[in-house]
């Protein structure tokens, strides 16, 4: 495997008193998939947040292609590589899809080349370019919140929940998309409580419980545990 792209040493994160990350380990290859899955509070979103800079962590250290990131801010994050789609999507209702894919972009004369990238990875997109955020399915507003991700053109994408209420048929649509995404060398760090299908598109996974790395290994090894849904969900 190639030197890692994101590294998480001895992560610990807390709200208030309550802790909510345990001195996590935690790496991700250049162009490599990665999955983080678990049941609701084990922390997933949580370390989202850490490795975007949106929560800053008791203890430990993130670092992006060499570079130590704990104490930097979210824009810098961003301006080295790093993109996120947060939870709840979080589009501009009021403007258009392409709208929505300019105001993401660091650099308005290549925005709309940036934009057709997006449209390549999501023809469904392009198809709504001119309708207004309001109006798209949760699948579509989906893709859309993960394309203004894309728009920096990240060397990492964080995905978070990105099948939350979503069918089953569009949940395949988005997250075989992610799978492309990766395969088109964009490194992928998927928190997805969908663990089947989330280990279906990545290469290697971590499962976290409680705030720890409960188990880590090569995501087909994990499809075939015959004790999968009681070691990642608690079932």
């Not at 800053?56 to 992006?64: E, I, L, Q």
């Not at 961003?78 to 993401?104: C, K, M, Q, S």
């Not at 279906?200 to 999968?228: E, N, Q």
Request: glycine fraction near 10%; aromatic fraction near 4%.
């Amino acid at each position: 495997m190639n030197a890692a792209l994101l590294e998480v040493g001895g992560l610990t994160a807390r709200y208030g008193q309550i802790t909510a990350l345990h001195s996590v380990e935690l790496s991700v290859a250049p162009g490599e998939a990665v999955a983080l899955v678990g049941a609701n509070g084990a922390g997933k979103s949580t370390l989202m947040k850490c490795v975007m800079g949106m929560l800053a962590g008791a203890s430990g250290v993130v670092r992006f292609a060499g570079n130590d990131l704990t104490q930097r801010p979210v824009s810098a994050r961003a301006r080295i590589g790093i993109g996120y789609a947060p939870e709840g999507r979080r589009i501009f209702a009021g403007l258009t899809v392409h709208e929505n894919l300019l105001v993401a972009s660091p650099d308005r004369d290549n925005g709309r080349a940036r934009a057709q990238e997006v449209y390549e990875f999501f023809p469904a997109l392009q198809a709504k370019s001119h309708a207004m955020g309001w109006s798209l399915s949760g699948g579509q507003q989906q893709m859309l919140a993960i394309g203004r991700a894309l728009m920096t053109r990240p060397r990492l994408l964080l995905l978070d929940e990105p099948s939350l209420g979503l069918s089953p048929l569009l949940m395949n649509e988005v997250l075989d998309r992610v799978a492309a995404i990766s395969a088109a060398g964009t490194a992928v760090l998927l928190a997805e409580q969908n663990v089947h299908k989330a280990l279906m598109v990545t290469r290697r996974a971590y499962v976290l419980k409680l705030g720890r790395v409960l188990h880590h290994d090569a995501s087909d090894a994990l499809l075939r545990a015959s004790h999968l849904s009681a070691a990642f969900l608690g079932a």
